[in-house]
C-alpha cells in the first residue's frame, strides 16, 4: 500500500511525531510505502509530493514544526477532487493521512464523502475539537504560557506593577484557564465568558490590596461585556484577511486607568507553538500516529484517531468537526474562586 501524509493548518508542536509514528510502524509492521505531500492541501493539489521512506524520520519526535510544511490551502477551492484523484493517481497512492484542524478535517471529511480513502488526525493547541479528550500540541502551549507567567510575574512583584499576559485561543479558552490556573493568575478572561472592565479591576485591586503582582490572563478571543465580537474586522492584513487579536494591547491601558496601577502587556502569540513538543505530546502524537495506521489497515476511510480516556480509538468524520469544544462554564467557576 502507498500512503500519502500531509500537514495542514497551523503547525503545532507533535506534526512530526504523528509523521514518524505513522511511517515507523506502517514501514515495519505492514510493508508500507509513504509519501509526503507538501504544504498540506496545496501539494495534492498542485502536485508536489516527494518520497518519506524510514530513514527520513528517524529522531524526529522530538522536533517541532513539520518536516513536510503547511499551508491553509483549501482543496475545495483550489482544483478540487479531480484535481486530488489525478495527483493520487500518479502516484499511485492508495490512501491519504490528513493531519490538521477543525479546516483540515472539514475538507478530509467532504474527500471521504466524495469516496477517497482518507483517515484524518486531529492536531491543534487549542484543544477545541470535541471528538477527543485531547489533542497534541496543547500541553507543550500550556507550558509555554505558564513558564511565561512565572517569568512576568517575578519582574511585575519587583516593579509592582499588573501584568496582562496575552495568550492564543481566537474561539476557546483552554489554554488561557489552564495556564491561568497552573500560574496562579489572578484573572483569566476567555472567550466563552465576557467580562465588565468594572469586575477586572476588582480583581486587580484586591491582589494588589494584598500586595501580590496582579496578572491577568487573556485569550485573543476575549471580548469585553457588550463589546463586538473579535472576528469584527479591524483591517485588512498584507494578505486581505482581516485582522484579529490585540485584546491584551487594548486591555492593559484600560486595566491601568481604571485601576491606577502601572500596567505592562505581552502577548506570547507563535512562541506557544514554536520548539519542541513536550514528554506528553509526543506521545500522545506518536500514538495518532500509530493509530492512524491501524485505521488505514482496517479501511475505516473517513474516521479521525481520537483520544478518548486513555485510550485511542477511531470517530466518524462527521462526528468529529461539528461542534467546537469550549469550556465549560462549571470549568470556569471552579477556576473563578481563585481570582483576586
Ligand atoms: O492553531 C490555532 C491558533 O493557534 C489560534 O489560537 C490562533 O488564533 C491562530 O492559530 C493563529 O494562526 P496564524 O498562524 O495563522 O497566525
Redesign the pocket.
Known amino acids: 500500500m502507498r500512503i500519502g501524509i500531509l500537514t495542514s493548518?497551523?503547525d503545532?508542536p507533535g506534526l512530526n511525531a504523528v509523521i514518524r509514528g505513522a511511517v515507523v510502524k506502517g514501514d515495519r509492521i505492514h510493508g508500507q510505502t509513504f509519501l509526503g505531500i507538501k504544504d498540506g492541501w496545496r501539494g495534492l493539489v498542485e502536485d508536489d509530493v516527494i518520497p518519506l521512506p524510514r530513514h527520513d524520520v528517524r529522531g524526529l519526535s522530538r522536533q517541532g514544526g513539520t518536516i513536510l510544511g503547511t499551508s491553509?490551502t483549501n482543496p475545495f477551492d483550489d482544483g478540487g477532487i479531480d484535481q486530488v484523484r489525478k495527483v493520487m493517481a500518479h502516484h499511485e497512492m492508495d490512501a491519504v493521512i490528513a493531519i490538521g484542524?477543525e479546516g483540515t478535517l472539514t475538507a478530509a471529511r467532504r474527500l471521504a464523502d466524495e469516496g477517497i480513502n482518507i483517515v484524518g488526525v486531529p492536531k491543534?493547541?487549542?484543544n477545541d475539537l470535541s471528538a477527543t479528550d485531547y489533542t497534541f500540541g496543547f500541553d507543550t502551549a500550556v507550558e509555554i504560557a505558564t513558564e511565561s507567567i512565572d517569568r512576568l510575574r517575578t519582574t511585575a512583584e519587583s516593579h509592582h506593577r499588573c501584568m496582562v499576559v496575552e495568550v492564543?485561543?481566537?474561539h476557546v479558552g483552554w489554554i488561557a484557564l489552564h495556564a491561568g490556573l497552573a500560574g496562579g493568575a489572578q484573572a483569566i478572561l476567555i472567550p466563552e465568558v465576557p467580562q465588565s472592565m468594572g469586575q477586572i479591576a476588582e480583581w486587580v485591586e484586591s491582589a494588589r490590596d494584598r500586595g501580590r503582582a496582579p496578572i491577568v490572563v487573556v485569550a485573543?478571543g476575549f471580548t469585553l461585556d457588550g463589546e463586538e465580537h473579535p472576528d469584527a474586522p479591524r483591517g485588512l492584513d498584507a494578505f486581505g484577511r482581516p485582522r484579529?487579536?490585540g485584546i491584551g494591547e487594548r486591555l492593559g491601558p484600560m486595566v491601568e486607568d481604571a485601576t491606577g496601577i502601572e500596567t505592562r502587556v505581552a502577548t506570547l502569540g507563535?512562541l506557544?507553538?514554536g520548539g519542541v513538543p513536550s514528554a506528553y505530546d509526543r506521545v500522545l502524537a506518536t500514538r495518532f500516529g500509530t493509530g492512524a495506521i491501524d485505521a488505514v489497515v482496517e479501511q475505516k476511510w473517513g474516521t479521525m484517531v481520537s483520544l478518548s480516556g486513555t485510550e485511542v480509538v477511531t470517530v466518524d468524520l462527521h462526528d468529529a468537526t461539528t461542534v467546537l469544544k469550549t469550556v465549560p462554564r462549571s470549568r470556569y467557576d471552579e477556576a473563578a474562586i481563585l481570582f483576586g
Open positions: 493548518g497551523g503545532c491553509r484542524g491543534t493547541i487549542d492564543m485561543g481566537r485573543e484579529l487579536g507563535h506557544q507553538r
